[in-house]
């Protein structure tokens, strides 16, 4: 057994690349409520905190407003006076069944991921999946690419109290692993792999290791202020250091 007993990852960017499916679906559902649709670069730098924060980022400079980044922003502009919770419960509730049933045009698995993951089972390493992505979404995408069966928990938005960057997804995880399997495994002996800055703050809350996808859909900049213990261009990467 290598130094890492579980290894968990950030889903968008990380394990599948799914930016254009995600930014299309978005811009379909401002389109549908008569809003302007936005640049693919645009839309894909609003992932990674969740449909709700996406959708607020994409509403917002759709109607030409400075677009809300930290949670103090995203708060401020819910409280404006122009801004409708029942209406956008309807644009939320619109882009999720729009992306479900649109999740997989063009998104792919991350190149060599799937072999890594399916040595890495081999090996006797546990797997999960820690997103902020919601889980009817997630276990669709999974099924569909017959990937599901290399994880041990897929733990989406639906299944958390706190989204990244609180570590409550890993938590859950690696209760479940240990849980199914009778073992004991302690955060310290498990990897965070993802591609922004919320998952390297998940991963160090819980004390896991941490290492940062480069070439993912997350800020690079972000993510290198956090100083992960790894740094990989492509998530197939950690093979060289984890088994």
Known sequence: MGKFKAVFFDCDGVVIDSGADISNSVNATLSHFG??????????????????????????????????????????????????????NQIMKWYREYYNSHAVVETK?????????????????????????PDIILLNIFSQFKIDDCFDALIGSDKVKHLKPAADGLVIALEKINKIHGTDIRPEETLMVGDSSTDIMAGRSFGAKTCGVLDGLGDREKLLLEKPDYKVQLASEIISFVK
């Open 35 to 88: 809003m302007k649709t936005l640049a693919l670069n645009d839309l894909i730098s609003f992932v990674g905190n969740g449909a709700r924060n996406l959708l607020l980022r994409a509403i917002a400079a759709s109607n030409g407003k400075p677009v809300p980044r930290t949670g103090e922003e995203l708060a401020a502009f819910q409280k404006e006076p122009s801004f409708d919770e029942v209406k956008f």
């Open 109 to 133: 698995i991350c190149s060599g991921l799937e072999p890594v993951l399916r040595e890495l089972k081999a090996a006797g390493i546990f797997l999960g999946v820690v997103t902020n992505k």
